[in-house]
């Protein structure tokens, strides 16, 4: 049985909402490289709340674009980049400093940050790019695990693109 949430994300001083329609394409805990750096960068902003978990992961729901939406302080959001021609960007309300989403600006979805729902949360659903996790993360074995991304990863999004052209 899963733990209703309410389906906006907020900022950790609440100035900054986003508003979701319907459920995650997925919950996941990803360990990349890219993905500890740019949580190291979000984390150094100043007063910024903690974006890594202490095994080294970042958790994330995945939404489709089409599901998410700015219903409050769309002028406070502010996007960091690793490097200037990276095609990801994380998304932070600058009142804060609160990690919102991780935008992969090729794709049709945003990595929402899990913490932005609360303690109610959805769960997460996999583990990946554990190939790359720090040497003192323990992974805790609460869900799937892989060293990659997984053809379930890739297939739950595949679904959702689909669903997205068709209008579902």
Avoid at 5 to 26: F, K, N, Q
Avoid at 70 to 75: A, H, L, N, T, Y
Avoid at 123 to 142: A, H, S, V, W, Y
Wanted: a positive charge; proline letters at 8%; aromatic letters at 10%.
């Amino acid at each position: 049985m899963t733990t209703a949430y309410e389906p906006i994300a907020r900022c950790a001083c609440g100035s900054v909402e986003l508003e979701i329609t319907g459920s995650p394409i997925m919950g996941a805990a990803c360990y990349c490289d890219d993905c500890q750096e740019g949580a190291r960068q979000v984390e150094a902003l100043p007063s910024a709340r903690p974006v890594l978990e202490p095994d080294g992961g970042t958790e994330y729901l995945l939404y489709r674009k089409d599901r998410v939406r700015c219903s409050k302080g769309s002028d406070l959001m502010q996007a960091y980049r690793i490097k200037p021609e990276s095609p990801t960007q994380r998304v932070v309300a600058t009142c804060c400093n609160s990690a919102m989403y991780l935008d992969f600006q090729k794709g049709h979805w945003f990595s929402v940050y899990r913490a932005r729902f609360g303690s109610n949360a959805p769960p997460l659903q996999m583990r990946i790019q554990t190939k790359f996790k720090p040497e003192n993360g323990d992974i805790p074995n609460d869900v799937p695990s892989y060293a990659t991304y997984p053809f379930k990863f890739v297939a739950k999004l595949m679904v959702a693109r689909v669903a997205m052209l068709v209008g579902r």
